[in-house]
């Protein structure tokens, strides 16, 4: 009997396919794990929370940190997410040499509505693995916002976050690393 197993990527390789001109310039696609993961379109409510952050953020972190959306963070060796939103630190190059990596990333933001599973059960051990401290999630579905923090490995090599808060969308928050900085949430959920 003959086993059937996927091509999984390296970095690498991904970034080849890049530069060959594999990916058409409208592909939305990630190396996730080694696999190439095309992301799902967003629905109103996805894009109207994404247009909130995009203008409170940029406000809030101004030039103590650097913010970016939807670009690519390092996860070596076979992983490249492009999340909504990172903060990331400071950097005199601008990541031009390198895109930031897990010990860079100061907050990782995912906005979820249909891909709420994924980003729960596949992107946090990745996020947890690389070492990022803190992931938020905006749960459309269930109309809260999921802070993680605490990435531990348990003895099965299994990666997760040893806390999970629940801040409700009429609350305020105060930004990882940044305690004066605070979010309304009002301002942001849809």
Sequence with gaps: MTTIQAKRFTLEEYHKLSEIGFFHEDDHIQLINGELVEMVAKGRAHETCLRNLLRELPILVGNQATLQCQAP??????????????????????YLSSHPQGTDVLLVIEVADSSIDYDQKVKIPLYAKAEIVNYWIF????????????????????????????????????????????????????
């Design 139 to 190: 749960n459309l579905l269930d109309n809260y916002l999921e802070c993680y923090s605490e990435p531990y490995q348990n003895k099965q090599s299994i990666f997760g976050y040893g806390s999970k808060r629940i801040i409700l969308p009429n609350q305020v928050i105060s930004l990882p690393h940044f305690p004066d900085l605070q979010l309304d949430l009002s301002r942001v959920f849809p």
């Design 73 to 94: 963070i390092s996860i070596p060796p076979k992983s490249e997410p492009e999340p909504d939103f990172a903060i990331i630190k400071n950097r005199d190059d601008n």
